[in-house]
């Protein structure tokens, strides 16, 4: 009698997969997707509101008034006026606008010929001083 | 001669990868999917450089729109007039309106808006001024966190 063989005596050929290349291919993948991500500035956002055409004004007789600190040149430079005070820098701003009530916001009217940056700055400097309403509002 | 032939017994040390694969084509999938939708609406602009607010990460904005230095929109990696700009608000409100059914809490459009720092408030202004004859009625401007 012929037995067949047992399966250990049964050879069986092995398929080899060498993973070494795609390994490699998946860490470059990963460390280019990581520096890249981290590559970009943080970003954060300031919330403002825009006086549509029609709203309430917040400027209506009441017995607190809303502030409005207009941002426009004087004297060829850029300044921030709150007021009759003008002021030219961001410290100055603050002084300016923490003794005043912040209970109906404040409104940012920006005028045309002044930089993005000094405009955004009242709006931000606005916003620490405590009033929780801002405002902004393109000057005409 | 009797050379000593002495069996050298290599040592088998196996390192099993099979999780550290596992876990490093989850990460490959989740930057691939997260950097992707990144890239499509922000422009690359100089933003202000303003600390902005200290709440939770913000949603997901509606509608982004860039404004460079030289006073282009780009919206969507496309620079667009304001004629083209007004049609692409007009829709984004129509379809919020459109999804919430009619109901009378239509939810506002969220409105970014990426600034470069060193344009000019002209420019900002147009654009604002568009969206307060459209009613959109809060937007969020970018900045830049300083190191």
Do not use: W
Request: with cysteine.
């Amino acid at each position: 009698m012929r037995l067949r063989k047992t399966a250990s005596k049964r050879r069986y050929d092995r398929i080899t997969i060498n993973l070494a290349s795609m390994i490699d291919v998946s860490f470059l993948l990963l460390f280019y997707f990581l520096v890249a991500s981290m590559l970009g500035e943080e970003e954060k956002r300031l919330s403002t509101g825009l006086q549509t055409q029609g709203a309430n004004s917040a400027s209506a007789a009441g017995d607190f008034q809303t502030q409005v600190i207009e941002v426009r040149m004087i004297d060829n430079q850029p300044a921030y006026k709150v007021g009759e005070r003008v002021c030219r820098d961001r410290a100055c701003l603050a002084g300016a606008l923490e003794p005043l009530p912040k209970a109906q916001g404040a409104f940012v009217k920006v005028y045309d010929t002044v930089g993005v940056g000094f405009a955004v700055a009242a709006v931000q400097i606005a916003r620490d001083a405590g009033f929780e309403q801002v405002t902004y509002v393109p000057a005409k | 001669m009797k050379f000593n032939r002495k069996k050298r017994q290599h040592s088998n040390t196996d390192v099993v990868i099979t999780s550290l694969l596992d876990i490093n084509f989850l990460l490959i999938m989740f930057f691939l999917m997260t950097a992707h939708f990144q890239q499509e609406s922000h422009a690359l602009l100089n933003l202000p450089k303003e600390k902005g607010e200290d709440k939770a990460p913000p949603d997901e904005a509606g509608l982004v729109i860039n404004i460079s230095d030289t006073g282009d929109v780009i919206v969507s990696n496309k620079t667009v007039a304001m004629d083209e700009l007004r049609t692409l608000v007009r829709k984004q409100l129509d379809r919020i309106k459109d999804a919430s059914h009619g109901t009378e809490n239509v939810p506002p459009l969220k409105l970014l808006i990426r600034a470069d720092r060193d344009g000019t408030t002209s420019d900002l202004n147009r654009v604002v001024s568009m969206m307060r004859e459209m009613g959109v009625g809060t937007m969020c401007i970018a900045t830049e966190v300083p190191q």
